[in-house]
């Protein structure tokens, strides 16, 4: 029975703190294509550059270090996602989480600490980085944000990863994985089959080897029958005869 297609969710905000040049922002998005436009120096890359902060990606545009993001003259600054999480035939995208939005947030301090929220609860980088692969997200691979300057970054990876990172980002790589793994258990069962049948052969050659020997003891036995049925009838006829003779000789014996 073919598995039921996993609810799917969308970035419904992405809500900007100390980030950059903003002091406080809010972008609102829809299901399908968002666009975002603008003239050069408007923050169009610092929402990019936001997103994959927020989401625990471990490159940042131009290698900046993370305490290099926070807005000039303040200490910290917050950079937050938030997922849809409304259930859909009644599955939820991330079944853990009971409402209907997952906010991930990421807090930037000047000293160079982090940590990272998740519905506004202190969690581990591993636990957004779980919470994430539930939603087939990995924020490491260069097709889910892709910054400026990493095209040429892609295009010099050599062909399988970036088959790798192609199917990964557009959520096929899970169904490819089924698949290896599937071709995987079914050679690994002709292998079995192989070998169960070699040995249903070697059964088959035995028994018919003892069948064999089976019919020829059968046929020692019947002889074997034959020759004590055929001896004892040999020696009634003997016993037979002498009797006729004996009995001649006493006849012979009377009339004289």
Known sequence: MPEKEK???????????????????????????????????????????????????????????????????????????????????????????????????????????????????????NEITRTLSQLSINPDNMLIVMHQGMIDVFGAIDAQERLELVEEAVGIREYRDRILKAREKLSHTLSEEESVNAMLEEAQETLDHWEEEYQRYKQKQELLDEKDDLERRYAWSKWWRQKEKVEKHENKLSDT
């Open 7 to 125: 609810p799917r969710t969308h970035i419904k905000e992405i809500i900007l703190e100390n980030f950059m040049s903003y002091e406080y922002a809010r972008i609102p998005f829809e299901k399908g294509l968002n666009l975002i436009c603008g003239p050069n120096g408007a923050g169009k890359s610092s929402v990019l550059l936001g997103l994959s902060v927020a989401l625990g990606q471990t490159y940042t545009e131009r290698s900046r270090k993370l305490s290099d993001l926070i807005r000039r003259g303040e200490d910290i600054g917050r950079v937050s996602v938030v997922f849809d999480n409304s259930p859909n035939d009644g599955k939820k995208p991330i079944p853990d989480v009971d409402s209907d939005s997952l906010v991930i947030s990421r807090y930037l301090k000047r000293d160079g600490t982090y940590w990272h929220e998740a519905n506004y609860e202190t969690v581990t980088k």
